[in-house]
């Protein structure tokens, strides 16, 4: 393929595969997509699955006493994979993974992983307003903090709810005025299987789904290790012997807060073999 005519250029961005690509962009606009890899059976029983996991999630709330309408929360299915374990695959998605590891180094972890509901004939739908995944704030960094995967469970379209950025906000600390907003917002129209990569300091949104099917999606947030984790998810899984090491350091295992200088004093000794 032939270079990129220029001059006066100096300095430039090598990219050596497609993730060194997409990674690039993410940079400049806050965002791209990305294909899971994932075949049209594996997505036809993970959407089977999903739709289990919704009953049973709603099943056992309304069995610990929780209306999810009245808090809220009927959209959402916090920590997915814990109600259904197929989904963990989801999570170490090995594509996601790659362009993971060139937007936020050599070590990061899971923040959150829920799935999402847009539901059909929706009058209202919460994450239609505009905001980042880091909310409440305002500032800009040289790098990415934490990086929102929304893998598409179903195919993302303008009729039912896609997806809306405004391209380069994550280097703005401040949102931009509306007539702004509506001259760069863009629609992400996806198919299923497909993951949407946000910088988290980028502002987006939903839409409201005009259609009268449900649009599903899981929205995974993988940060920088100093930022805590929206579940202590090593709480919630306990020793966790299925996962390899590496998978339990990007789950969060090994980052608990010391509880006095004696317990900082007994990390530092030589592990026994």
């Given at each position: 393929?032939?270079?990129?005519?220029?001059?006066?250029?100096?300095?430039?961005?090598?990219?050596?595969?497609?993730?060194?690509?997409?990674?690039?962009?993410?940079?400049?606009?806050?965002?791209?997509?990305?294909?899971?890899?994932?075949?049209?059976?594996q997505l036809d029983e993970l959407s089977q699955l999903f739709n289990r996991a919704e009953l049973e999630?709603?099943?056992?709330?309304?069995?610990?006493?929780?209306?999810?309408?009245?808090?809220?929360?009927?959209?959402?299915?916090?920590?997915?994979?814990?109600?259904?374990?197929?989904?963990?695959?989801?999570?170490f998605n090995r594509p996601l993974h790659a362009l993971l590891s060139r937007l936020l180094g050599g070590?990061?972890?899971?923040?959150?992983?829920?799935?999402?509901?847009?539901?059909?004939?929706?009058?209202?739908?919460?994450?239609?307003?505009?905001?980042?995944?880091?909310?409440?704030?305002?500032?800009?960094?040289?790098?990415?903090?934490?990086?929102?995967?929304?893998?598409?469970?179903?195919?993302?379209?303008?009729?039912?709810?896609?997806?809306?950025?405004?391209?380069?906000?994550?280097?703005?600390e401040a949102f931009p005025p509306d007539e702004v907003v509506r001259r760069l917002e863009t629609h992400?129209?996806?198919?299923?299987?497909?993951?949407?990569?946000?910088?988290?300091?980028?502002?987006?949104?939903?839409?409201?789904?005009?259609?009268?099917?449900?649009?599903?999606?899981?929205?995974?947030?993988?940060?920088?290790?100093?930022?805590?984790?929206?579940?202590?998810?090593?709480?919630?899984?306990?020793?966790?012997?299925?996962?390899?090491?590496?998978?339990?350091?990007?789950?969060?295992?090994?980052?608990?807060?010391?509880?006095?200088?004696?317990?900082?004093?007994?990390?530092?000794?030589?592990?026994?073999?």
């Amino acid at each position: 393929m032939t270079e990129i005519s220029r001059y006066g250029v100096i300095a430039t961005t090598e990219a050596n595969d497609i993730y060194d690509i997409l990674a690039e962009e993410v940079r400049l606009l806050g965002y791209t997509t990305l294909d899971s890899g994932l075949a049209g059976a594996q997505l036809d029983e993970l959407s089977q699955l999903f739709n289990r996991a919704e009953l049973e999630y709603d099943a056992e709330a309304t069995d610990r006493g929780y209306d999810l309408s009245k808090i809220n929360e009927r959209d959402t299915i916090r920590l997915l994979p814990m109600v259904c374990p197929n989904f963990w695959e989801v999570v170490f998605n090995r594509p996601l993974h790659a362009l993971l590891s060139r937007l936020l180094g050599g070590y990061f972890i899971l923040n959150q992983v829920n799935g999402l509901i847009n539901r059909g004939h929706q009058s209202k739908y919460h994450q239609a307003q505009y905001h980042r995944d880091l909310p409440y704030q305002h500032f800009t960094s040289s790098r990415p903090l934490a990086i929102n995967a929304l893998f598409a469970l179903d195919d993302f379209t303008i009729e039912n709810g896609s997806t809306r950025v405004i391209p380069g906000t994550h280097h703005r600390e401040a949102f931009p005025p509306d007539e702004v907003v509506r001259r760069l917002e863009t629609h992400l129209t996806v198919k299923r299987g497909t993951f949407i990569v946000l910088d988290c300091m980028v502002y987006h949104a939903g839409s409201t789904n005009k259609t009268d099917k449900n649009r599903r999606a899981i929205n995974h947030v993988f940060t920088i290790p100093m930022l805590r984790q929206q579940f202590h998810i090593p709480s919630v899984l306990g020793e966790a012997p299925d996962f390899t090491e590496q998978q339990k350091k990007i789950l969060g295992y090994g980052l608990d807060e010391f509880r006095s200088v004696g317990d900082w004093f007994k990390s530092r000794l030589p592990k026994v073999k």
